[in-house]
């Protein structure tokens, strides 16, 4: 039965994956908030290229800064990027945005600009705060992580 669960299956191979990770806890760490940080912006759809590059740049774990871009995922994104535009429009003192009555390339303009900015405020307090957290977390954690092991799925008995 559970392996019809691709997902439980995929999720329990990443957590293996982020076990062996190999590094000092810190550069794990680094790679990680990295990672969150850059899945916190508006940027789906490059994140993963955006936290390789910015992990070569920054010389830290890249494999880390993957991971932690899947914070942002198709099931976590709508609720993640809500949370930013509401908190980046309240500090912002702006009215909701509202679909355009007339369809015109003026009105998408000031409709894109309604929704940019205050989602591109809330995404950076957002990904700081988490990307602190994960940083704090993450290196407290590493070296309790690397202790457990994890057991194998089982197998199929063969019949005798």
């Given at each position: 039965?559970?392996?019809?669960?691709?997902?439980?299956?995929?999720?329990k191979l990443n957590v293996v994956r982020f076990l062996r990770l190999r590094g000092e806890p810190d550069e794990i760490a680094k790679g990680l908030a990295l990672g969150i940080f850059i899945g916190m912006t508006p940027t789906f759809g490059f994140q993963m290229v955006l936290a390789?590059?910015?992990?070569?740049?920054l010389k830290e774990n890249r494999l880390a800064a993957v991971l932690?871009?899947?914070?942002?995922?198709?099931?976590?994104a709508p609720v993640i990027y809500a949370l930013e535009y509401e908190l980046g429009r309240l500090l912002l003192g702006m009215k909701r945005a509202h679909f355009?009555?007339?369809?015109?390339?003026?009105?998408?303009k000031n409709l894109g600009w309604e929704v940019l900015a205050p989602l591109c405020l809330g995404s950076l307090l957002?990904?700081?705060?988490?990307?602190?957290?994960?940083?704090?977390?993450?290196?407290?954690?590493?070296?309790?992580?690397?202790?457990?092991?994890?057991?194998r799925w089982p197998r199929p008995r063969k019949k005798s």
């Open positions: 039965m559970w392996r019809r669960w691709s997902f439980v299956r995929q999720f390789i590059f910015f992990a070569l740049l932690g871009v899947w914070i942002t995922n198709p099931v976590t355009p009555a007339e369809l015109t390339a003026a009105a998408f957002f990904g700081i705060l988490c990307a602190g957290l994960s940083y704090a977390l993450t290196l407290r954690l590493i070296p309790l992580i690397k202790t457990w092991r994890v057991p």
